[in-house]
């Protein structure tokens, strides 16, 4: 098992997903002997799921059953163990879209928090890129270095326990895009540009406050990054509905002419449509994505 290539079967130290429901995941690591409670019962690591293939229904000890699934970045989003306020896949998706992350793509991060956009990243520029993340909380560092190593994504990965405002990412000219998600994103930009390569590259920064944005911009454009654009990306739930509209009449088809008479009274008929209605308000403000393209110097 590795967060950035597919294997058929479950193996002794993988981490997989254990699905209940739709609102309802956790993550385990598979040890032979080991033995983990949930809702449904015990799950037991040796003959439950060692060789079991991924996908596959595994009934534990109280009889309900639950599904075991290879671990991706997004279904490690919603099963990680939060230390931070973490980045969300809506987000996540625009991110790596609009910093044009491909294989072999340099990137440096800063904090790196929980590791949740970290996956993403990695699965986004594995198998030949690399990924710089900067967080100066010790212990966060240091357990998010372990969880890369676990997830075998560790080879792809350097994690720089510093503070990015003072110390930088600790690399030059070597960035194809950066991404800041700190209080004060304004205090790094320039140790971004450090960073980036030459010829150029991609910046993303996250902020809550439109402040913190107003902020960040003045300094990208002193900086001479150019194409700023702020984005908020807000996830709406549409509810599938059955409704029952009015069959419309549309006249007879060889019926009498205008002038022979009026036309027949409208069918009471009505047909039932499968559709989807919007919530009338859509909450979920999580932040501005500022996106900034550095020219070549
Ligand atoms: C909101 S969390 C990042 C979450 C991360 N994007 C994720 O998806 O899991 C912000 C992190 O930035 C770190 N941080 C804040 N200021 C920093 C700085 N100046 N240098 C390095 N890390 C910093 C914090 O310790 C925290 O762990």
Redesign the pocket.
């Known amino acids: 098992m590795s967060f950035v290539e597919y294997s058929e079967k479950v193996q002794d130290g993988d981490v997989v997903i254990v699905y209940m429901g739709h609102e309802s995941m956790m993550q385990l690591k598979v040890q032979a002997g080991g033995q983990t409670q949930t809702r449904y019962g015990a799950i037991r690591h040796s003959s439950d799921l060692i060789g079991l293939r991924y996908g596959s229904k595994v009934t534990c000890s109280k009889g309900g059953w639950v599904r075991v699934l290879h671990p991706t970045p997004e279904l490690w989003t919603v099963s990680l163990p939060h230390r931070?306020?973490?980045?969300y896949t809506t987000d996540i998706a625009t991110i790596t879209m609009m910093l044009e992350l491909k294989p072999g793509a340099v990137v440096c991060e800063?904090?790196?928090?929980?590791?949740?956009?970290s996956h993403a990243i990695l699965r986004s520029i594995a198998p030949t890129g690399h990924l710089h993340t900067?967080?100066?909380?010790q212990q966060?560092a240091e357990k998010v270095e372990e969880e890369f190593q676990e997830h075998r994504v560790g080879h792809l990965v350097t994690v720089r326990n510093q503070?990015?405002?003072s110390d930088g990412f600790g690399v030059a000219g070597v960035a194809d895009a950066v991404f800041l998600?700190?209080?004060s994103p304004w205090d790094?930009v320039a140790h971004a540009h450090t960073a980036m390569k030459r010829h150029g590259g991609r910046l993303c920064s996250f902020s809550p406050c439109i402040e913190q944005v107003q902020k960040t911009c003045e300094s990208l454009s002193a900086l001479g990054f150019l194409d700023l654009l702020t984005l908020e990306v807000v996830l709406r739930v549409h509810t599938v509905r059955t409704l029952s509209l009015p069959m419309p009449e549309f006249g007879p088809d060889s019926g009498p002419a205008l002038s022979e008479g009026p036309f027949p009274s409208p069918s009471p008929a009505s047909l039932p449509v499968r559709t989807t209605t919007p919530p009338r308000e859509t909450a979920g403000h999580t932040g501005y994505l500022t996106f900034a393209t550095k020219p070549r110097t």
């Open positions: 931070t306020q973490i980045l800063s904090g790196t928090g929980s590791g949740s956009l900067v967080e100066f909380h966060r503070d990015v405002c998600d700190i209080p790094a």
